[in-house]
């Protein structure tokens, strides 16, 4: 049983920093792509960045240049380090685990919130 736990979540100002971090326990089968989606009230969960277990990025363009993932595949860890916040960052952070296509899976974290507001 794989299970994601998300920390890190909380209430910044605009323009400040924060930092999320995953953490992944059970049987992981790797390589695989860790990920970070985000859900807004009211809007579908989107895409903030994915990294592979080589260290491939990928990011939404909304975040280029300002949120950073990283990954310790020694200690099944993913980070997103988010500078220069927007209010519209406003949203639950998720976790995501997914499996090559040779033995997919599709794990999901329970989620933590980001409020960005004065």
């Known amino acids: 049983q794989v299970q994601l736990v998300e920390s890190g979540g909380g209430l910044v100002q605009p323009g400040g920093s924060l930092r999320l971090s995953c953490a992944a326990s059970?049987?992981?089968?790797?390589?695989?792509?860790m990920g970070w989606y985000r859900q807004a009230p009211g809007k579908q969960r989107d895409l903030v960045a994915t990294?592979?277990?080589?260290?491939?990025?990928n990011y939404a363009d909304s975040v280029k240049g300002r949120f950073t993932i990283s990954r310790d595949n020694a200690k099944n860890m993913v980070y997103l380090q988010m500078n220069t916040l927007k209010p519209e960052a406003t949203a639950v952070y998720y976790c995501?685990?997914?499996?090559?296509?040779?033995?997919?899976?599709?794990?999901w974290g329970q989620g933590t919130q980001v409020t960005v507001s004065e």
């Open positions: 995501n685990a997914r499996g090559p296509s040779y033995s997919p899976y599709n794990y």
């Open positions: 059970g049987s992981i089968l790797r390589p695989n792509t």
């Open positions: 990294i592979t277990t080589g260290g491939s990025t």
